[in-house]
Every structure is written in structure tokens, then in C-alpha cells.
């Protein structure tokens, strides 16, 4: 019998919560001082109100990246997305703001997490996201 991953023994929710404790071990992922003062999106009404919101977005990213092995800034933005309150009119859908994951993704970077995956073949000069190193599937692992 196959052991399971430690990224995928856990429920997704305490996992993340783990690994945003142990992202703030790392001083590479501190939040921005603006980042008290803005909305996770154009859908929400306030400010985040959670203390530890930047290294929940963190983990969360990271992870996604980890289950989906390339992921861009557009894809995260429609994964954090939500539904608009347009007073009388319909809800609408509308995305995530991409200043945090860009950030996020950014200081991933730079911890040696992740890196710009290479040039896809027939498609001229884009980019097609963010994937793990083998630092960074080795620390997701690690937690426990």
C-alpha cells in the first residue's frame, strides 16, 4: 500500500492553518504594511480583518500550487474570487485582487519556494505561471 502525501493526510483547512504558522518562521513572507488597509477584492465591502490573513493567502497559494503544478496569478485570482453585491442588479462574479498574489507569489520567489515555470512549446513568449522547486515540495511536505 502506497503511503499518502503529508500534504494530502491532513484536512485541507488544518493543513493550511500548519503551514501558515510555519511560513511565519520564514522572513521572507511578511506582510506589506499596506496590506492592513485593503480589500482581498473588489467584491468585498472592508478591509481583512484577520491578523494572520497574509500567511493564510500564503499557504493557501502554495498549495494550490503544489495540487495543480503551474499556476498563474489569473487562475489564483479566479480561485479567491467571489460574488459581487451590485445593490438591485443581479450578483455577479468577480475576481480576487492580483496586488496580494502577485506579492505572495513574489516573496515565494524569493524564499527559493517556487519559480517561473519555462516557456510553454507553440506559444510565443508567455509566461505560463509559478511552479515548486524542490526546496519548496520538500518544505510543504515536511509539515506535519
Known amino acids: 500500500m502506497e503511503k ?38 473588489p467584491s468585498k465591502s472592508r478591509p481583512i480583518n484577520d491578523d ?3 500567511h ?30 451590485r445593490g438591485m442588479k443581479p450578483e455577479r462574479f468577480v475576481r480576487a485582487s492580483g496586488k496580494i498574489i502577485r ?10 519556494f517556487t519559480e517561473i ?4 512549446g507553440g506559444v510565443k513568449s508567455k509566461k505560463p505561471g509559478r511552479q515548486l522547486t524542490e526546496k519548496g515540495k520538500s518544505f510543504l511536505e515536511s509539515i506535519k
Not at 491532513?10 to 504594511?33: C, G, I, Q, S, T
Not at 493564510?56 to 459581487?84: D, E, M, W
Open 103 to 112: 506579492n505572495i507569489l513574489q516573496q515565494s520567489d524569493k524564499a527559493g
Open 117 to 120: 515555470s519555462q516557456t510553454m
Open 56 to 85: 493564510k493567502r500564503a499557504a493557501s497559494v502554495l498549495r494550490q500550487i503544489y495540487r495543480n503544478k503551474v499556476v498563474g496569478v489569473n487562475r489564483l485570482r479566479t480561485k479567491y474570487g467571489s460574488r459581487k453585491n
Open 52 to 54: 494572520d490573513f497574509w
Open 4 to 41: 499518502l502525501n503529508s500534504v494530502y493526510e491532513l484536512d485541507a483547512h488544518e493543513y493550511n492553518e500548519k503551514l501558515a504558522e510555519a511560513l511565519k518562521r520564514v522572513p521572507e513572507f511578511k506582510a506589506p504594511e499596506w496590506a492592513s488597509f485593503v480589500k482581498s477584492g
